[in-house]
């Protein structure tokens, strides 16, 4: 069911937290192993210069990588207040509170989408307003499963992707970055542990990468894999298959019981149209398949409300409130409301169903709002061929986190 055009959204889509990296990211993928390795030389160097001038923060490590959420750092923005203002379709408002697990059994290695308001094509690892806001929205909450770590990359800008042909450089440099900091992060502090990892957009273009050359292929990082939900990327496997495309060894969630498994999907209010950038294999942020090409394959799409399922199921939605907005610019849309807590929850408004057809795979998002419900729901703030891509995370935040529970816990079992 495709929303009302007329359906203002409460909460207003973050237009910078979520701009995709619109086809770059094959570039990296296609770089040879040498060249990657010489820009993640070239990338240390950079961060030695930057600890050395006074621009990094506080949280660089030994290792020299700057880290944007780490456990044990006072001003972690993925460790924030998650109290929420649950608004249901009558009565009064509620209170919901969660609170950052004191000793979690598993970790998360979270990489963030596009935000970078620097001019710059490629960002450099200053952690900026717009980074840590980000983390608060879309991160902080799997704080309450497990130990978040965050790293800094050297991303793709905004204006970056405005940049056209210069950006194929661009995209190796930004995953060397992130390809430095797991390495850094399985050296010093993952320890055995079991990993989620996290991304959007330009991230899970980035962790696609990362986990097609370091981990699919290799048993004992495979080990360690709790969980890849990688949201707004185009994940492929071949047409009705689980496992191919993307990767070779990492199979579709089907079950919250499944471990070392990906989830993934992008989220549509209405079927992606011929020039979508998501839900189409080969489009948007393109896959890092090794350019293997989009024939035979599809985007998976995993349904973070039921992995199993085939029907539309009702989705847990957490979006920001004014408060948790501050620092991050450029939004579009209405004024997010302005609540006491930083959270608002607005249960039973969305569901969710994985739907395939002419070529395109997505998550429909349906809002069917009864008479007397006076919430509002998301729209396509940029357009059909983005969807609902700005919301992506918020649109199943509760979902995603009840997913990361379930599967830690199997994976503890497990072990």
């Known amino acids: 069911m495709r929303l009302p055009p007329a359906v203002a959204h409460r909460v207003r889509p973050l237009v910078l937290v979520s701009l995709g990296l619109l086809g770059v990211a094959a570039a990296a993928c296609g770089s040879s192993t040498s060249s990657t390795t010489t820009t993640t030389t070239a990338n240390a160097a950079a961060v030695r210069a930057a600890v050395a001038d006074g621009a990094m923060a506080s949280k660089t490590d030994a290792s020299g990588i700057e880290w944007l959420c780490k456990p044990g750092t006072s001003d972690d923005p993925c460790t924030g207040v998650l109290t929420t203002t649950v608004l249901a379709a009558s009565g009064p408002p509620t209170v919901q509170h969660a609170s950052v697990a004191p000793d979690p059994p598993v970790d998360c290695f979270y990489v963030y989408p596009t935000v970078s308001q620097q001019a710059t094509v490629t960002a450099n690892l200053h952690i900026d307003a717009s980074e840590s806001s980000v983390a608060r929205?879309?991160?902080s909450r799997?704080?309450?499963?497990?130990?978040?770590y965050a790293p800094m990359y050297p991303q793709i800008t905004v204006s970056g992707l405005a940049a056209g042909a210069r950006t194929a450089t661009a995209a190796v440099t930004a995953y060397a970055g992130v390809q430095a900091a797991w390495h850094d992060y399985l050296t010093n502090y993952n320890h055995g542990r079991g990993v989620i990892v996290i991304g959007h957009s330009q991230g899970s273009g980035m962790l696609i990468?990362?986990?097609?050359r370091q981990v699919d292929t290799d048993p004992s990082q495979r080990k360690l894999l709790v969980s890849a939900m990688l949201l707004g990327g185009n994940v492929t496997v071949p047409i009705g298959k689980v496992v191919g495309g993307s990767f070779q060894h990492i199979p579709a969630c089907t079950s919250t019981a499944q471990v070392g498994c990906v989830l993934a999907y992008s989220s549509f209010d209405a079927p992606p149209p011929a020039d979508s950038l998501f839900g189409r294999p080969g489009q948007g942020v393109t896959q890092l398949s090794g350019g293997s090409g989009t024939a035979g394959l599809q985007v998976l799409c995993t349904n973070p409300a039921d992995l199993s399922g085939t029907a539309a199921a009702p989705l847990a939605p957490y979006f920001p409130t004014r408060s948790l907005l501050t620092g991050l610019g450029g939004l579009a849309g209405l004024t997010p409301?302005?609540?006491a807590t930083p959270w608002v929850a607005e249960p039973q408004v969305y569901s969710g169903q994985c739907l395939s057809q002419g070529g395109a795979t997505w998550l429909q998002v349906s809002a069917p709002i009864t008479p007397g419900d006076s919430r509002q729901v998301v729209t396509q703030t940029l357009g059909p061929t983005w969807g609902l891509h700005l919301v992506d995370v918020n649109?199943?935040?509760?979902?995603?986190?009840?997913?990361?529970?379930?599967?830690a816990a199997a994976y503890v079992h497990r072990s």
């Open 137 to 139: 929205i879309q991160a």
């Open 142 to 148: 799997f704080s309450q499963v497990c130990k978040v």
């Open 209 to 212: 990468n990362l986990l097609r």
């Open 337 to 339: 409301p302005a609540l």
């Open 395 to 407: 649109i199943a935040l509760g979902d995603l986190v009840d997913v990361a529970r379930t599967e």
